[in-house]
Each structure stands twice: as structure tokens, then as C-alpha cells.
């Protein structure tokens, strides 16, 4: 008689209702773990929650587990767009990234039911299977960051990690090796308790089955450790230990610059109506009250403005052109500062530089600039769903074509313009491009008090750790914060309020490696998820029934 082979029971599944209640609780717990409860230990036990709603199901019914959860979640998560938008932005963007959680979780279904045939052994079902699951996670958050219209990269699983301990991770591996580390351990946990629950299927007796796959369970010492309850906690706890303890990037810094950012505290939303001017001197006083408050000039190298921190373009306002001159010239430093230019019938999102006598020495335009709000693609196409809201874009902005550094004081700055930090090739660019600090200038005065800064605070937080960069976050009305290249927080002021920060901050020249490997880490992971699905796919069909 042919050996029993261990073939990883697929056809158990949770029932489709208990799967979708699951998925919902997921996506709520995802939220959770992100600002502003910051709850981060929840993303991996979210992670194993949802991968268990997949488990024995096909594509479409994988599909609308992905779905539920992308809904609990990105409905949850980005809340405070109905702000100012209402309902139906809100509902249009999170149905965009609800549909790319049910493609990608469709997929990850696929991948959970076959890859345990196509790789029967024990090191495929526990680590092969964990790495395809986590590959596809990555491809599916990298394309839904990119695409359509520049994509969205909010939600990720890293920025759940931002103010956890895994932080420490992203300086190695970037936003996209934690997500894929992350989702690696969850596809873990999942086998592992698959394997405690295994049981053999009728199909898994068949001639077929045995004649092809044999006896797989091992016979080694090692092997025989999974075979056990505790075997199987201690290899979880293990592998979860590595990725705890992992040493953090030492993130090396070298000289000072002493930086002056300012938060006006002034309303710069889009629908409030202020007089043109009041935006910008409330960061004029506000300058004059930081850096001569006690009746002693404050000494420094530098100061910057948020986004829309100069609401009169100095390049088309002489009175803005004269007065950021004579604060240049005041202090004795250049200023960096966020406005609307306007070359010929272009207008774009702009940071520029200011030294007193010169003017306008360096400029950043905002490379991407955020589509249905600072631009409105295919209007034509989008008018008749909604023209009224369509209408309120009433000026596309240019995206940029110039790189994001200045040479600022014998320093290379570079500028991260609101979202802009959410965009990885950006980053990666800047520090290929030499920038030993990085300024990243927003205006979320459309938000209110809701928790859309602190999600912005998160990744402007992560990219400190990931780049190995002093981060200065300043926005028009918070949160404003100076973040070190360990991811500690030195210096932060109240929200809706005129305040700053004037700190001495550290400057860096070293490369992280996440910084050095770039996007090819991403592709790496994308590729073992698609690639291993395809194998999966083919080589884990279920044999015919004689």
C-alpha cells in the first residue's frame, strides 16, 4: 500500500457569512492600527483574521472577502475627505481602492487554495505559500499607489508601523519590504495553524495524489517540531521575535542647520472665504514673533513656510516680493516658502527660495499634482456624473518637471510638497539627488480636526526612518513636527494655531539601505507574488476525478 501523503486540507472553509464578518472586522482593525489610535500591533492580527476569510475559497468569492474588508477599511480610514467634499468623493475614492483589495485578495484566494498542491512540502506550505501571499499584497499595494491618475499611496501596511516597533524596519527595507515582511508573517500564522488543523480530503487519498506527492510529512527532528502545538507558537513567536529585535539603521548625522518653520495658524482652506493676503501675514507676524519675540533676533539658517504659506505669489505681487525681502534681509536667511505661480497660462503648486537681494534662487513645482482636487483629469468624461463638484476644480495645476533639492545655505534641501511624501520614487530621487534634509511643506487646513494630518504625520515619520533624513513637517494648521532620522520626534507645536519650531536639526549624507536598493525591492516582492501565482495556478489544479 502507497504512503498517506500530508497534503494541506483546502476544501474546509469558513461559511461565505462568517468570512464576510470577519473581512469587516479586519478592515476595522487595519484602521485601528493606524493614526490616530495608532494601534499597530492590530495590523498582523489583522492580517491573519483576513487571510483566513480566504482560506478553500475561490477568486470571485475571495473577491468579495477583499471587498468587505477594502470597504470597512478605506471608508473608516479616509472619513475626513466628506469635510468639506461630502459624500460622494469619498465614496468614489474608497470604491476605487475597495476594488483593488477585492482583485488582490481574489488573487491571494487563489493563492492560499493551490500553492499548498504546488508546493506540498512542508517548506512550500510554510514558507513559499507565506511568500506568494505576501509578494501579491506588495504588487497590490504598489499598483494601487501609482494608478490610475498617479495612483493613491495612503494605507499602506508600513504606515501602520510608523509610530510601532517595526519602525526600525523600513530603514532596511523600505515601505514596501515591511508591507511584504508584515504580510509574510500573517500568511505564516495562517499556515501554521492550517497545519495543526490538517485533515486529509477524499481527493487527497486518491492514487493520483499519493503516486505524485508520496509522504511529505518529515521525518527529521525539525520537521517533527511543526507537528506539535508548541512547535508551532514557537516558530511564530520566533519569526516575530527577528523582526522586533532587528537592530535599527544607526542613521549617522553629521553638522547642523538651525531651521525656523512657521505655522500661521490662518484657515487656507479651499471654501473659506478670507481676504487675499490674510494667509500670508499670519506667517509674516508669526515669523517676527518666533524670531524676535523676546526683542532679540533669533540667529538662524534658515526659514520655511508651509504650502500656500505666501497666498500672493512674490513673482507676480510686488508688495509679496518687497515684504519676503526684507525678512530675508532681517534675518539673514534665506526662506523657503509655498505658493501659486503662474508661468504663462500654466499655474502650479510651487516651493521656492528667497535670499535677500536676489530674489528667486531655486524652485520645486509639485510633480504630482493630486487629481479631482488639484486637477481634474478627463473632465470632459467626469462633468456629467457630478458637475457641480466637478466645476469647483476651476484651475488645473501643471505637474512639475524640475527635481525637488535647493542648494540652501551650503545645504542640499529638498521639498516634499503635501502628498508629495506619500510618493516613494520621489523620495528615492531626492536622495540620490544629495538632499541632507528634507522639508515637507502642506496645507491641511480642508481637512478640519480631523485625524488626516496625523496620517500625513505617520508618513512623513516613516520617510525620516526610511531615508535617514531629519524631516521638518510643516503645514498651514498642523500637525506640524520636527521628526529626527530615528523616527523621534523633537519638536511639535498645537494644531489651528499660530506657532513654530526653531531647533537646530541634524543633517545626513549616509544612504540607508532602503534607500540605496530603491524601488527594485518593491519589484523583487511584486514579482515572487505574480510569479509564484502563475506556478501555483498551474502546477496546484485539483486532480480529475477518475
Not at 487595519?30 to 493614526?35: E, G, L, R, W
Not at 509578494?135 to 490610475?148: C, D, F, H, K, N
Not at 498617479?150 to 527595507?173: D, P, S, T, Y
Not at 487656507?268 to 499670519?282: D, I, N, P, Y
Amino acid at each position: 500500500m502507497l504512503p498517506t501523503p500530508q497534503v494541506l486540507r483546502t476544501d474546509s472553509r469558513l461559511p461565505l457569512w462568517l468570512a464576510v464578518l470577519l473581512a469587516f472586522a479586519a478592515g476595522i482593525a487595519f484602521d485601528a492600527s493606524t493614526p490616530d489610535r495608532s494601534w499597530w500591533m492590530l495590523a498582523p492580527v489583522a492580517l491573519v483574521a483576513l487571510f483566513a476569510a480566504l482560506v478553500g475559497r475561490g477568486f470571485w468569492s475571495g473577491a468579495l472577502v477583499g471587498l468587505v474588508a477594502g470597504g470597512a477599511f478605506w471608508l473608516t480610514h479616509i472619513e475626513w475627505l466628506t469635510l468639506y467634499l461630502g459624500p460622494l468623493p469619498w465614496a468614489a475614492l474608497a470604491g476605487v481602492m475597495m476594488l483593488w483589495w477585492g482583485l488582490g485578495l481574489g488573487l491571494t484566494a487563489l493563492a492560499l487554495d493551490r500553492g499548498p498542491r504546488a508546493w506540498p512540502t512542508r517548506f512550500g506550505r510554510l514558507v513559499l505559500v507565506p511568500a506568494v501571499v505576501a509578494g501579491l499584497w506588495v504588487a497590490r499595494e504598489g499598483i494601487q499607489s501609482t494608478w490610475p491618475y498617479g495612483g493613491f499611496a495612503w494605507g499602506r501596511l508600513a504606515i501602520a508601523q510608523a509610530n510601532g516597533e517595526l519602525a526600525q524596519l523600513v530603514a532596511w527595507v523600505g515601505a514596501a519590504g515591511v508591507g511584504f515582511l508584515l504580510a509574510f508573517l500573517g500568511a505564516f500564522a495562517l499556515q501554521l495553524g492550517r497545519e495543526g488543523l490538517d485533515r486529509q480530503p477524499a481527493w487527497a487519498q486518491s492514487p493520483f495524489v499519493q503516486q505524485s506527492f508520496g509522504r511529505v510529512r518529515s521525518s527529521s527532528r525539525v520537521g517533527r517540531l511543526f507537528d506539535t502545538g508548541l512547535g508551532r507558537v514557537t516558530a511564530l513567536v520566533g519569526a516575530t521575535a527577528i523582526l522586533l529585535v532587528f537592530p535599527a539603521w544607526p542613521a549617522p548625522t553629521a553638522d547642523e542647520l538651525k531651521v525656523a518653520a512657521i505655522q500661521g495658524g490662518a484657515d487656507a482652506s479651499l471654501f473659506t472665504e478670507v481676504r487675499q493676503g490674510e494667509v500670508m501675514q499670519a506667517h509674516i507676524d508669526e515669523t517676527v514673533r518666533a524670531l524676535e519675540g523676546d526683542g532679540v533676533i533669533e540667529d538662524v539658517d534658515l526659514v520655511v513656510w508651509p504650502e500656500n504659506g505666501a497666498d500672493l505669489d512674490p513673482l507676480r505681487s510686488e508688495a509679496s516680493s518687497r515684504v519676503l525681502n526684507s525678512l530675508a534681509e532681517r534675518y539673514d536667511a534665506p526662506f523657503v516658502v509655498g505658493t501659486i505661480t503662474a508661468r504663462g497660462d500654466d499655474f502650479y503648486n510651487t516651493s521656492l527660495v528667497w535670499e535677500a537681494g536676489v530674489g528667486v534662487t531655486d524652485w520645486y513645482d509639485k510633480a504630482h499634482p493630486v487629481p479631482f482636487a488639484e486637477y481634474m483629469p478627463d473632465r470632459a468624461f467626469w462633468r456629467p456624473f457630478a458637475p457641480d463638484l466637478i466645476d469647483l476644480v476651476s484651475r488645473d495645476y501643471t505637474a512639475g518637471t524640475r527635481d525637488a533639492v535647493f542648494d540652501v545655505a551650503g545645504t542640499v534641501v529638498s521639498s516634499a510638497i503635501c502628498f508629495d511624501i506619500s510618493d516613494d520614487q520621489l523620495m528615492y530621487e531626492m536622495i540620490g539627488d544629495g538632499s541632507q534634509l528634507i522639508l515637507a511643506q502642506t496645507n491641511n487646513a480642508d481637512f478640519g480636526h480631523t485625524d488626516e494630518s496625523l496620517q500625513q504625520l505617520a508618513i512623513a515619520r516613516m520617510r525620516a526612518v526610511e531615508t535617514g533624513r531629519t524631516v521638518v513637517n510643516i503645514s498651514t494648521v498642523g500637525t506640524s513636527a520636527i521628526i529626527l532620522p530615528d523616527g523621534t520626534i523633537e519638536d511639535q507645536v498645537p494644531t489651528w494655531r499660530a506657532e513654530s519650531m526653531v531647533d537646530s536639526v541634524p543633517l545626513a549624507t549616509a544612504i540607508t539601505p532602503a534607500s540605496a536598493a530603491g524601488r527594485q525591492l518593491e519589484w523583487l516582492a511584486a514579482g515572487i507574488g505574480l510569479a509564484g501565482l502563475g506556478v501555483a495556478l498551474w502546477f496546484g489544479r485539483r486532480p480529475k476525478r477518475s
